[in-house]
């Protein structure tokens, strides 16, 4: 089940950023969320609607909940009328389900009446709202330190605990109680912790407040403020009347993933199966279709035939391509060798016995090659956005073929396979029947040269289909290694990365002793019977090694990791200045920041990074740093510490720019030294964020 498009989803507005993140450059992880057929998915959102549709607030007596709990009037109306017309009039219970009936159908002719809001008579008040709030959160609230960060709010979400998120939000408006933003952020805790109702308050008093908010991600706050309003009506029950600011925050940003889910349930719930089938799905894309490719089906049209075409995307699952979300400019090459064909019946009959040992060998060492991928995957030990990641890595190389720069030398390479075993029986045919008639000939010797006769047609009448399926497979195996070690590039685990090349390895191989071996198996499977064994001339294979994946890109390291020191010159130093420099397996990283001496300091930096593919990056922001403050013991050599920067990027290559977006690092640094000659290296992790994909993080994640 995709239950990602019937989820009800706020949206934490301003919890865009975390060092800890898995790797890789994409746009939004939505976008590479594979989409089930057209009419599966309709299906699927039938399926689930009486559980999609029921209301979950922590007290169903809670003000504002629709009539009936907000379930589907429709439906019960309908179950109540089967029930009835199932019962006679002298049943016990046949009263009082009639009277539920006629509730039901005037409520369903007079509709919901709205929800009080604001300073309307019957609104909650936000001072009631803000002490349920309090009540809910209890004893959390003495987790909360004294200084409350958006990065504190995001980890307590991440960590699955909007309880704790809810009590650092409460005491950020404690100690900012005109913070509007704060409100919208806490509306969405509320909502998602089961007090709609408080959070349509909370989102009332941050109207009342006003000013300007802002706009993460590229997103602008009046819409995330919408779409949580629009998720706490969906917890009422308040299906028709949600309906409304989903809509108005749509219109603001068109590409909010949150909101579409929203609207797909809303519209569900309503009976508009169609459209919310239409909203689901747009809210499993987040980067708009002008700046991404169109979605590839992965579903093959021609049952038992490789590449004999495709279904449609209404069809069969499809996700976007590969090239959208992934850095692939670090694929490796792998070229299989060619193998040595018969030409005439005596070179068949020696070369058979290699053939059939070369499958032999060939089969173990793709099991030997597996069980190695096995030993080396660390899948248990990844936390869940990198398992989530590794996930869509391996999705996308299990379906690597079907990508426009691969499919047309997959489906070659399979035509080219399907001719040459179409070909066998036409010239074996002939072959068979010059065999039949060589048996009546007088003599050995008229024998044995009928037979090479007869073998030699039947030879070359294949060579040319083998050869032919050899190089396209060849082609094919080239393009497809280097387009999924590329992907695997991306995984950061060096292990997983690892064990993915490995896999690749495996396939790849598969291809040559699979079509390529089995074909030459059927062409030296000719007559053994030779008159003179001498004539037989011993026949080498002459192989060369298949080639291997298990050498790292990244040198067996974290490819998200980077090692960096920094450089002592005077002038920038009397500037109040520094130069660093960093190396890792994509490149090198250049920046000029200011010189932080406090235990806790902020400022602002500009740098590079100049990746060994050719292309670059530029960004500029804002960066915070932890140290052992002066004057406790130990602090005048020790200059290890932690930081943090947020930064926004313009990427760039050859053609010129390409994205830009929002660049998020962590650090952890281990020094020792007086100040003037300290030796200072960092382990880093960093993450690239698309403009539309910032805000999608934290759900996503």
């Not at 100690?175 to 969405?188: F, H, I, K, M, R």
């Not at 490719?293 to 093959?300: F, H, V, W």
Request: glycine share 10%; proline share 6%; hydrophobic share 40%.
């Amino acid at each position: 089940m995709h239950r990602l498009a019937l989820l009800k989803l706020p949206l934490i507005a301003g919890l865009l950023a975390s060092s800890a993140l898995a790797g890789g450059s994409w746009r939004a992880w939505s976008d590479q969320t594979q989409l089930p057929p057209l009419a599966e998915h309709r299906d699927e959102l039938t399926q689930d609607q009486d559980r999609a549709c029921t209301t979950a607030v922590r007290d169903p007596r809670t003000p504002g909940l629709a009539p009936g709990g907000g379930q589907n009037l429709d439906k019960m109306i309908k179950d109540l009328g089967r029930m009835l017309a199932g019962m006679k009039p002298s049943d016990p219970a046949y009263l009082g389900l009639q009277q539920s009936l006629k509730q039901l159908t005037q409520m369903r002719r007079s509709g919901v009446p709205p929800l009080p809001t604001g300073t309307a008579t019957g609104a909650m008040p936000f001072k009631t709202a803000l002490a349920m709030a309090e009540k809910l959160v209890g004893a959390q609230a003495s987790e909360v330190r004294s200084a409350v960060r958006s990065d504190d709010v995001a980890a307590a979400m991440a960590a699955g605990s909007p309880r704790l998120a809810l009590a650092l939000l409460l005491a950020a408006h404690r100690a900012n109680p005109e913070s509007a933003w704060t409100l919208v952020n806490a509306a969405g805790v509320l909502s998602l912790a089961g007090l709609p109702t408080e959070a349509v308050a909370f989102l009332d008093q941050a109207d009342r407040l006003g000013g300007s908010w802002p706009a993460p991600g590229g997103v602008p706050g009046r819409a995330l403020a919408l779409s949580n309003r629009g998720h706490a009506l969906l917890g009422l029950g308040r299906w028709k009347e949600a309906e409304t600011p989903l809509r108005a925050a749509l219109k603001l940003a068109p590409d909010l993933a949150e909101a579409h889910a929203n609207l797909s349930e809303v519209l569900l719930c309503q009976g508009q199966l169609d459209a919310a089938t239409r909203e689901a799905r747009a809210a499993m894309r987040r980067t708009p279709d002008s700046q991404a490719g169109a979605d590839l089906p992965l579903k093959e049209s021609v049952p038992n035939r490789h590449g004999g075409g495709l279904q449609s995307v209404t069809n069969a699952a499809s996700r976007r391509p590969a090239r959208d979300l992934f850095d692939l400019s670090r694929g490796a090459t792998f070229n299989l060798p060619p193998l040595k064909l018969p030409r005439h019946r005596r070179d068949a009959i020696k070369l058979h016995e290699h053939y059939l040992q070369l499958e032999r060998t060939g089969q173990a060492e793709l099991r030997a090659i597996s069980a190695q991928a096995a030993r080396r995957s660390n899948e248990a030990n990844l936390d869940a956005g990198e398992q989530r990641w590794k996930r869509l890595v391996d999705q996308a190389i299990n379906t690597a073929s079907f990508e426009p720069e691969l499919w047309g030398a997959y489906r070659a390479a399979w035509e080219a396979h399907y001719a040459f075993w179409d070909a066998v029986p036409r010239f074996a045919e002939a072959r068979n029947t010059a065999l039949r008639a060589a048996s009546d000939f007088p003599s050995c010797a008229a024998r044995d040269e009928a037979r090479d006769k007869a073998e030699a047609l039947y030879l070359g009448g294949l060579r040319p289909f083998a050869v032919g399926q050899e190089h396209a497979m060849a082609h094919y195996v080239s393009l497809l290694v280097k387009h999924q070690t590329a992907l695997a590039a991306n995984l950061p685990d060096p292990a997983e990365r690892a064990a993915a090349r490995l896999r690749i390895e495996s396939s790849a191989k598969s291809l040559f002793y699979g079509p390529i071996v089995g074909a030459a198996i059927q062409m030296s499977d000719v007559s053994k019977t030779v008159c003179d064994q001498n004539s037989l001339q011993p026949v080498s294979l002459d192989l060369p090694p298949l080639p291997e994946l298990s050498a790292d890109p990244c040198g067996g390291v974290v490819a998200s990791g980077k090692l960096k020191s920094k450089v002592p010159l005077p002038t920038l130093k009397a500037a109040g200045l520094g130069l660093s420099f960093g190396v890792s397996c994509r490149g090198l990283d250049l920046e000029l920041s200011p010189r932080i001496s406090a235990a806790f300091g902020v400022g602002l930096f500009t740098g590079a990074k100049l990746d060994w593919n050719g292309s670059g990056t530029l960004f500029f922001g804002i960066k915070a740093e932890l140290k052992q403050p002066k004057g406790t013991p130990g602090s005048s050599v020790n200059k290890s510490g932690l930081g943090v920067k947020e930064s926004m990027y313009l990427k760039f290559d050859g053609q010129g720019v390409v994205d830009a977006g929002l660049r998020i690092e962590g650090k952890v640094s281990l020094g020792a030294g007086p100040d003037t000659t300290a030796g200072v290296w960092e382990a880093k992790l960093d993450q690239e964020f698309g403009i539309a994909a910032a805000a999608a993080y934290w759900r996503e994640r």
